[in-house]
């Protein structure tokens, strides 16, 4: 048995050609971004290595700094809208009828293309004939705000489609863990008199703290690299007032060509990635965490 | 309710008090999560809406009016003058290669971590599993220029590399928990008979896993249809596009018909959009499984 099993061959066969696409396609990559960095390069003519002038160039973009504080405004959204999604998740799983039709409807647009929802959404801003102005007017709203056009608004009207893109899916992770809880457990505490608030609070929260500290990670990262809808719609603009670290780098690499620099931002966009996670996995360890199989 | 009939409460002179509130107190929770519905569904059907109407109408009746006469002309002719038709045939043979590659490989690895005995194989696995965390974006200029040399720009290689390296990891997640699952009898009894690792894993454990195959399809198939900035970065000629990319560029020339915008659109998520009303459960499952647990 165990000779079978253990044959290297075969071994072999089965996982060199996966490991050889991962570590060409994402590990090589990130280490070539971060040499590329180094580089005065265009992508076409020879690399010049300038060292890092490229990272403290980057230190002093100010529009980098910008493109960062949107991104980092879009994880603090995300972060707390988490609580939102809790709190609907927390109601879907009580004895709700069609809780299992609800969650599948909300998750419907995150299954669509991020192309798709920014062209309806485009749409939906539309000044004349979006149906949100249609709707607004019918209120009697005379003068709406330029949505996409206006730059102190055009952050928050992303953020928008965003959060509708999402919230499916974090529902439907809490909702997940909320039902593999016991049934018995809740039955017990009624029992013993608590109200719904409380076994919410004090049986149901504590129970999904796992799953709430996976999902925090997974928005607020999300949200630092987001590109999709912001690069559809917008294209970070109108001038740099809806630019995220990602699209500022695409913009650096494909439309600058300034390859170097855009590595630059890249390998500090993963940074700033593997560090937040770092650092939200820190934050929210705890030695007794209640956890249930 | 199933609540009401439970003694547990303190039924007194304000039980029928409390009876109330928790009444107003359900239909309020209702409330709130057919709002929430509603707001998720709301656009799209807007966006049925107006794939079927001609531009007076879009422009000239409210938002939510039914389109008398709806114009599927729209959607005819959006399939027959652009490269619509070229687009979907290469979001649909490249989203399949890159998806059968993807489940394949992943089989194999899962089947290798969780069945083979060697050493080093929770640092392999653990390799797949950090890749999860790696942004897209970070690895797109060395991917653009090592494809660039290897002369696979412009080519749905490049494509279906890419979407198998990136998915592999989520997809094993998945394959994982049912792979763990899987009684051992089976295959020592096959392995006592003399079979081979190989004919055991293609005859015996992959139509064992069927159910959890056709979970990480059809999530494999969401991700790569939806797909946007490889294609965006990696491929310029159309007749290589697929639709995401084909769609923006299509947009972008036809920017003020309405129907043939939205025709374009709907054609864009169709496959999608039927492909959650066939499998919905598959689909939560598979989202809920790639993203939790680890």
Same mark, same amino acid.
């Given at each position: ?6 044959? !290297? ?30 580089? !005065? ?34 994880? =603090? ?17 009580? !004895? ?44 009697? =709203? ?74 925090? =990670? ?33 913009? !650096? ?36 965490? =209640?956890?249930?199989? | ?294």
């Amino acid at each position: 048995m165990d000779k079978v099993i253990s044959n !290297k061959r075969v071994i072999a066969l089965y996982v060199v050609p996966s490991l050889l696409l991962l570590l060409g396609i994402v590990y090589i990559p990130i280490i070539l971004t971060g040499y590329y960095g180094l580089n !005065k390069w265009d992508g076409i003519s020879p690399m010049i290595f300038i060292g890092l002038d490229n990272y403290q160039a980057l230190i002093k973009d100010s529009a980098f700094w910008q493109s960062a504080y949107h991104s980092l405004l879009l994880a =603090v959204f995300s972060g707390l809208s988490l609580i939102g999604y809790l709190g609907i998740a927390l109601v879907l799983s009580g !004895k709700i009828k069609a809780a299992n039709l609800l969650r599948k409807i909300y998750l419907i647009p995150m299954l669509l293309s991020s192309v798709a929802i920014a062209q309806l959404w485009i749409k939906i801003y539309h000044p004349s004939n979006g149906v949100l102005n249609a709707f607004l007017s019918s209120l009697g =709203v005379s003068d709406p705000p330029s949505w996409l056009a206006d730059p102190k608004i055009v952050l928050f009207s992303l953020f928008v489609p965003i959060v509708w893109q999402y919230a499916g899916f974090y529902i439907l992770i809490y909702y997940a863990g909320l039902k593999n809880i016991p049934e018995s457990l809740m039955e017990a505490a009624r029992i013993d008199g608590a109200s719904s608030w409380q076994i919410a609070t004090r049986i149901k929260l504590p129970l999904v703290t796992e799953i709430i500290k996976v999902t925090i =990670v997974l928005s607020i990262v999300g949200s630092l690299k987001y590109f999709d809808l912001i690069y559809v719609m917008t294209d970070g603009g109108p001038n740099g007032a809806s630019e995220v670290m990602a699209s500022y780098m695409y913009h !650096k690499a494909f439309r600058s060509f300034d390859f170097g620099y855009g590595s630059a931002i890249g390998f500090f966009l993963l940074l700033i990635c593997l560090i937040a996670t770092f650092l939200i996995r820190k934050a929210t360890a705890s030695k007794d965490t =209640v956890q249930f199989h | 309710m199933k609540t009401e009939a439970m003694p547990a409460y303190p039924l007194g002179t304000s039980g029928a008090v409390q009876q109330t509130l928790r009444r107003t107190g359900t239909l309020l929770m209702y409330l709130v999560l057919m709002l929430v519905a509603v707001l998720q569904i709301l656009p799209l059907v807007w966006l049925i809406l107006f794939s079927l109407k001609n531009n007076q109408e879009v422009l000239g009746e409210p938002p939510f009016s039914i389109p008398l006469h709806p114009h599927w002309d729209n959607y005819v002719n959006v399939w027959t003058s652009g490269n619509i038709g070229v687009y979907f045939l290469n979001s649909v043979w490249i989203t399949a290669c890159a998806l059968a590659l993807t489940v394949l490989l992943a089989s194999f690895v899962t089947y290798a971590v969780t069945r083979m005995k060697w050493r080093g194989r929770s640092f392999v696995l653990g390799l797949f599993m950090v890749g999860l965390m790696i942004p897209v974006h970070s690895t797109l200029i060395p991917l653009f220029s090592t494809f660039q040399k290897l002369h696979l720009i412009d080519n749905p290689l490049s494509l279906i590399l890419s979407y198998t390296a990136f998915n592999l990891p989520t997809t094993i997640m998945v394959l994982l928990g049912f792979y763990y699952a899987l009684p051992k009898e089976v295959e020592e009894a096959a392995i006592m008979d003399g079979c081979s690792v190989n004919r055991m894993f293609l005859r015996i454990i992959l139509p064992m896993t069927s159910s959890v195959l056709a979970t990480t399809g059809i999530i494999n198939m969401i991700y790569n249809w939806n797909e946007f900035i490889f294609v965006n970065t990696f491929i310029s000629s159309d007749v290589y596009k697929t639709l995401t990319v084909g769609v923006q560029n299509f947009i972008g020339q036809y920017t003020t018909d309405w129907g043939a915008i939205g025709a374009t659109l709907m054609i864009s998520i169709l496959p999608i959009l039927l492909a959650f009303l066939l499998l919905s459960d598959r689909i939560v499952e598979g989202i809920s499984a790639g993203s939790v647990k680890g």
